[in-house]
């Protein structure tokens, strides 16, 4: 009976021991930050670049993909994403923003797992700042503004700082779901010749008949010969599908 009990308890502080060792390995694998280094400046003009060091540790147990989202706001919230260079101890590369991102603070995650199970596993706060550019390219109308299902127009845009021949111009809403981007579309537009004149330009816009009535978020991308010569103007809730 002695030689039982007695081979309960060193059973039973042998599995303390192992639950603590593994306990341990995985505390150890928990990635951290320690430091986060944006050059030039935190406060980056939508639109442009910056490079960006994060030191910690265990940095090669995250994704290679870094996300960015409004400080303070949930997973829902806007985003957008860095694919940076990593070692165990830094991740290394450039952000890239885009001239329709949010304006304000962002913060930094973190993550691990794969689509569509992200999980956050690291977080700093307030690391960049978007804030707008001097020029930057935007929209002030778009005539019409709205079109029935199953129905083909052209419509005008007209705007500020349009200057550039490759345009791209792009009706659908944004929609983020468990941090996850999905847009509604059902809106083709086509422009309709590549050369802006006087701030604007024309475009065939197709509402297809199966699409859902509401409205859509407006997009033009002009891209230039570089990155900083390249701009994007968003009009929210700018175009509307109507029913017949």
């Excluded at 081979?7 to 390995?25: D, E, H, P, Q």
């Excluded at 995650?109 to 596993?121: E, H």
Aim: glycine share 10%; aromatic share 10%.
């Amino acid at each position: 009976m002695k030689i039982k009990i007695l081979t309960k308890r060193i059973l039973g502080i042998f599995m303390i021991v192992l639950f603590t060792a593994v306990s341990s390995v995985y505390a150890a694998d928990k990635p951290t930050i320690d430091k986060v280094v944006i050059k030039p400046s935190k406060n980056i003009k939508r639109g442009s670049q910056a490079e960006i060091t994060i030191s910690g540790t265990n940095l090669d147990q995250v994704n290679q993909g870094v996300v960015f989202r409004k400080h303070g706001a949930g997973k829902n919230a806007d985003y957008f994403s860095a694919y940076l260079y990593q070692t165990p101890t830094t991740l290394t590369g450039t952000i890239s923003t885009s001239g329709c991102a949010d304006t304000g603070s962002y913060d930094l995650f973190l993550q691990t797992g794969s689509y569509p199970d992200y999980v956050d596993a690291a977080k700093k706060a307030n690391v960049i700042n978007l804030r707008k550019g001097s020029k930057e390219a935007e929209i002030i109308s778009i005539k019409p503004n709205k079109l029935p299902k199953g129905v083909t127009k052209k419509v005008k845009v007209k705007g500020k700082n349009l200057k550039g021949s490759n345009i791209y111009f792009e009706i659908y809403k944004y929609v983020t779901k468990n941090g996850e981007h999905t847009s509604i579309g059902g809106v083709d537009a086509q422009v309709i010749t590549q050369t802006i004149s006087n701030n604007g330009f024309t475009a065939l816009v197709t509402v297809l008949t199966d699409t859902v009535v509401g409205k859509r978020d407006v997009y033009i991308w002009i891209y230039g010969d570089n990155y900083e010569d390249s701009k994007c103007a968003k009009k929210k809730n700018g175009f509307g599908v109507i029913k017949k």
